[in-house]
Every structure is written in C-alpha cells, then in structure tokens.
C-alpha cells in the first residue's frame, strides 16, 4: 500500500526531532544539535499548521485563522520560557520581535510579490479591513513599547517600574485582543474570505488532532534541547544573541509555518493569504508578548517591553510599512520587495552587532 506523501513527510519530521534529542542526551558537539534543532522546530512548526489548517477547516475559515494563529506560536511559546528559565533574556526578547519583523516584512513581503505575479494585471488585491484591524492592533502594542522606550531611555520615574508598566499594559493588550477576537470569530470584522482548496486540509479529525499533539509535544522537547545548545553553539560559530534570536530562531519558531501565506497568494487566494500572515502578525504582537510577560514572573528574569532603541525604531517603521502597503487594499511587486529589503537590511545590522 503506497504512503501518502504527507504522511512521509510527517515522518521525517517527527524522526529528525528524535534524531535531535539522540544528540541531546550523546553529548553530542553543540553547533550539530543547535543546527538540527533549529531544522526540527521548523519542521514541527509546519506540522503544526497542517493539523490546525484540517481542524479548522471542520470548524470554518474564520476558526481556521485564529487556530493556525494560535497554535503556530506554540514552538516561539516554548522557547521564550525555556530562553527565560535559562537566563537568555535578549534571546526571548529578540525572538519575540524577530517573529513579528519575521512575518510582517519578509513573509508578507514575499507573499505580496507571489500574488502579484500570479495576478494578470500584476496587482495584489484583497480586502482591506482585516488588514486595517490588525495593523491597529500591532499600532496598539508598538506604542507601549515606544513608551517604554522613551522613558527607559530617558531615566524617568517611571522607568523604575517597567515591570510593573508591561504586566498592566499586557492585561490591556489582551483584553483589547479578545475584544476583537469575539468580534471576528461572530463574523463583525467583515467578510472573511472563504477557504478554496486550503492546504494540508486531507487529514480527517483524527489524524489531525492526533499530528497536533504530536508536534506540540515534539516542539516543547525539542525547544529545550534547542535552548541548552544555544549559548555555546553561538559562542563557538562566533554569532550574536541578538541575531540569533530576531534571525534564526524567529524563522525556525515561526515563520515557517506561515510559509502556508505564500502558497495562498501564488495560488490566487489573496485574501486568504493577507489573513494568514497578518493575523499571524497581530497575534504575536497582541497575544504572545504580553502573555510572556506575565509568564515571566515565574522566573527570575522578567521579560518587559523596554526594547534597545534600534529595534523600536526598527518596530515603527514596519508598523508604518505594512499600514501603507496593505492599507488600500493592494499592492504591487516592488512593494513586497520593498518589505523583504526592510528585513534584510534589519537582520544585516543585527549580524554585526
């Protein structure tokens, strides 16, 4: 009986997770765990869209998004608390951003060329309001961080009691989430663009739910076998930890799985796609952040919105960026090269540091 291609592929992504913890528990050279686990999170992480993309599509494209939002972030969650349990602090932190610059500049910015491309007149073409309703929401969360910012930056009295200030402004900021996420899931912030042909959508129920366990389970493990490995791995290959963090474990924890935006746009479902990554985006801004931060009270090392100055630079002009390049409704291909440019030249920097 001949296996299923995704199925085989499954496979080799749950085997290369246990190859990873085989190293682990060998002692073996730090730079080759550090590097297959990196592989391995991508892996689960795309395995985790495809059971969420097969539960969802029971339940409806706007359960759909929020789902593949949500559970997509599970490997980045995993790893921010075992980077905090660990001491890495610039490591959660550039993480946590290096996912929103991730999805918003180079995932969004390689969507919009494929669907540009794919379109006969070489315009991209969606609903705006869903891009207006999280471009608003990462508004929200960008103005926290500049406050903070400023007033660290600053040496104010208020800087004494950043940790104070991002555990209230993290209640505030999932309080306006969940306000928002009521109104979509009953259908208030527009019309959501039906799902045609959504990919990984040929599991059944079962089979779903249970590659969803699996993928979660494998990415809790191999996020603190990734963790243990990092401080010597990029000691010894002579890497940054802020690089690491905004680079590579913000594509291997979480742009991968939103890969699925690209497909969406260079098969013509521009709609689909601009939800996909922006909610993607809005989520981790709104969401998963602020949840850290209050998880972070659990460990020694808090986590606050108080950024280096570069990145909230950095974090306004691609708030700025994706408000009016989506904003309108469409976009062209020089605008997506525009947003991957952005990243490049973000991650350059970042490199040298």
């Known amino acids: 009986m001949r296996i299923p291609r995704l ?6 992504i749950f085997a290369l997770a246990a190859v990873t913890g085989v190293l682990h528990f060998m002692h073996v050279n730090d730079v080759v765990t550090f590097i297959v686990a990196a592989m391995a999170l991508g892996g689960l992480a795309w395995a985790i869209g495809v059971g969420t993309e097969s539960v969802g599509s029971h339940f409806g ?11 997509g972030n599970l490997p980045e969650l995993f790893i921010v608390l075992f980077a905090l349990s660990a001491g890495e602090v610039v490591v959660a932190q550039t993480s946590i951003i290096g996912s929103l610059f991730a999805n918003a500049l180079f995932v969004l910015g390689l969507a919009v060329v494929a669907g540009s491309y794919k379109s006969e007149d070489g315009v991209m073409r969606f609903q ?9 929401l990462l508004m929200l969360a960008v103005f926290i961080i500049v406050l903070l910012g400023l007033s660290d930056q600053l040496g104010d009295r208020a800087s004494e009691h950043a940790v104070e200030i991002s555990v209230i402004g993290s209640v505030l900021l999932l309080s306006v989430y969940g306000v928002w996420l009521w109104g979509y899931l009953r259908g208030g ?10 990919p990984h959508a040929a599991l059944s129920l079962k089979p779903a739910l249970a590659v969803l366990a699996l993928a979660a389970t494998g990415a809790a493990l191999v996020s603190e076998w990734f963790v243990h490995a ?16 905004l680079v590579i474990v913000a594509i291997a924890g979480n742009a991968v799985e939103n890969v699925v935006g ?3 746009a260079a098969k013509g479902q521009f ?4 939800s996909v990554v922006k909610n993607s985006v809005a989520q981790i801004a709104v969401f998963l952040f602020p949840v850290l931060v209050l998880l972070s009270l659990l460990f020694e090392e808090n986590l606050t919105f108080v950024l280096n ?10 708030a700025l960026a994706m408000w009016q390049i989506t904003g309108d409704g469409q976009a062209v291909a020089f605008e997506g090269w525009a947003l991957v440019a952005l990243y490049l030249i973000l991650a350059v920097l970042t490199f040298y540091e």
């Open 7 to 12: 199925w085989l592929v499954l496979g080799a």
């Open 61 to 71: 494209p706007a359960v759909t998004g929020a789902l593949q939002s949500t559970l």
């Open 128 to 136: 705006p309001r869903l891009p207006q309703d999280t471009t608003t």
């Open 189 to 198: 912030s527009g019309s959501e663009p039906a799902v045609e042909n959504p």
């Open 230 to 245: 990092l401080a010597p791995a990029i000691e010894e290959i002579g890497l940054s930890r802020a690089f690491t963090g």
């Open 262 to 264: 690209i497909q969406l």
């Open 271 to 274: 709609d689909l796609a601009i």
């Open 309 to 318: 100055p570069v990145y909230i630079g950095a974090l306004v002009i691609m």
